[in-house]
């Protein structure tokens, strides 16, 4: 079974503070996706990458940026956290880019920010 | 069913009846829907997909029937139990318009959710 890991599962962090959120999938998948779940909205989609190096935004890419070094490795970074990006973030991966494939979903990340 | 809002719609069932649970979308350059389990504490479960050249599409104890004509989705779970408790999302892949430069990569686009509920 395909397995993505995200390093945390609860972060506190600080407004103004540089945070990472981390994850790794172990299935060799082409693409990456990081999306934030809030209640009552659904998962939006922040950043997605297609290949190692390479990035797309998503719906709401402002306040993030993301980094994929390695192909199993895929980063989103919140420059300065500020009180609105509390939430549960949820990394995916899949197979292809055509957006016709299943994602595997971590566990995801509950990160507030004070 | 699902809609865009902040109130999660629910659905409560006995143990051992159908569940039906909606989706409404909005987009007819849709080609592939998906839907996705969510249990508390853990992340999105894929349950089934459909592209859009079906009508429906049969899995272990769940359907999902696509109606193109209203844009309507739906997913059935045959005799329901307490461990399908969770919530349940659909998705739609918008296919690009790369003729207006949108990008060749597809991605898949989350309703808000409905939570169902089995009591047993």
């Known amino acids: 079974d395909v397995k993505v890991t995200q390093s945390s599962r609860y972060l506190v962090k600080r407004t103004g503070e540089k945070v990472f959120l981390e994850c790794v999938q172990d299935m060799d998948h082409e693409n990456m996706f990081w999306y934030r779940q809030d209640p009552g909205l659904g998962l939006r989609l922040i950043y997605f990458?297609?290949?190692?190096?390479?990035?797309e935004k998503g719906d709401i890419p402002e306040g993030y940026s993301v980094s994929r070094e390695k192909k199993e490795r895929f980063s989103l970074i919140l420059e300065s956290a500020s009180t609105n990006q509390t939430s549960m973030y949820l990394c995916?991966?899949?197979?292809?880019?055509?957006?016709?494939?299943?994602?595997?979903f971590g566990s995801g990340t509950q990160l507030s920010v004070l | 069913g699902e809609s865009v809002g902040l109130h999660l719609p629910t659905l409560s069932v006995q143990e051992g009846d159908n569940s039906i649970i909606n989706c409404a979308y909005s987009n007819s350059a849709s080609d592939y829907f998906i839907w996705y389990k969510q249990e508390s504490g853990k992340g999105p479960q894929f349950i089934i997909d459909?592209?859009?050249?079906?009508d429906k599409r049969q899995g272990q104890r769940v359907t999902v029937l696509l109606n193109k004509t209203v844009k309507h989705l739906s997913l059935q779970i045959a005799a329901t139990q307490p461990g399908d408790s969770a919530v349940y999302f659909c998705a739609e892949n918008i296919a690009p318009d790369t003729n207006a430069g949108g990008t060749s990569y597809g991605k898949l686009t989350f309703g808000q959710g409905t939570i169902l509920t089995v009591h047993p």
């Open positions: 459909i592209r859009s050249n079906m």
């Open positions: 990458s297609y290949d190692v190096k390479m990035k």
């Open positions: 995916a991966s899949s197979r292809s880019g055509t957006g016709k494939e299943k994602l595997f």
